[in-house]
C-alpha cells in the first residue's frame, strides 16, 4: 500500500499472533523483519511512522539491557517522530523501566500477552492510520 504510513514490525523472538493484518487494517503500510540487524539496516531506507518491537533484556550485556537501545538510539537521529510500541515479559518491567522508559519516549508499553484491543488504540493513537 504505497502512500499509507509506514509500520516496522520487530518480531525477534515472537510467540505471539502475527499482528500485521491489523496494522494494515488500520492503514499501515507494513515492514517486517525478524531481527534487530535488518531493523537498523531498513532504517538507513526508510523512515516509519510507527515501530513495533519486543523489549528482550539480556543480562550479558556490558553497556546496556537489550538490542532495543540499538533501536532506540537509531531512530532519535533518523526517524525522530516514529511512535514507539514496545511490548515486555511483566518480569523485566523494572529494567525496561529503568533503561529504556526512561531515557527515550515510548509511545506504549504492552506487557505479555498482548492485549489486541490496548494494541490497536495505541496504533491508533500513534497518528497516521486511517480506517
Do not use: C
Amino acid at each position: 500500500m504505497p502512500g499509507n504510513p509506514l509500520l516496522l514490525s520487530i518480531v525477534e523472538l515472537g510467540g505471539y499472533p502475527d499482528y500485521a493484518p491489523l496494522y494494515r487494517r488500520l492503514g499501515f503500510e507494513v515492514e517486517q523483519v525478524t531481527s534487530m540487524r535488518k531493523a537498523l539496516a531498513l532504517l538507513k531506507k526508510r523512515s516509519p511512522q510507527v515501530v513495533v518491537a519486543e523489549f528482550n533484556f539480556q543480562s550479558d550485556f556490558r553497556d546496556r539491557s537489550s538490542s532495543l537501545e540499538s533501536l532506540l538510539a537509531t531512530l532519535q537521529s533518523r526517524a525522530p517522530d516514529a511512535r514507539m510500541v514496545v511490548f515486555y515479559e511483566e518480569e523485566y518491567e523494572g529494567p525496561f523501566r529503568e533503561r529504556l522508559a526512561s531515557r527515550w519516549p515510548i509511545h506504549a508499553a504492552l506487557p505479555f500477552p498482548v492485549d489486541e484491543t490496548r494494541l490497536e488504540a495505541a496504533i491508533v493513537s500513534a497518528g497516521g492510520a486511517h480506517d
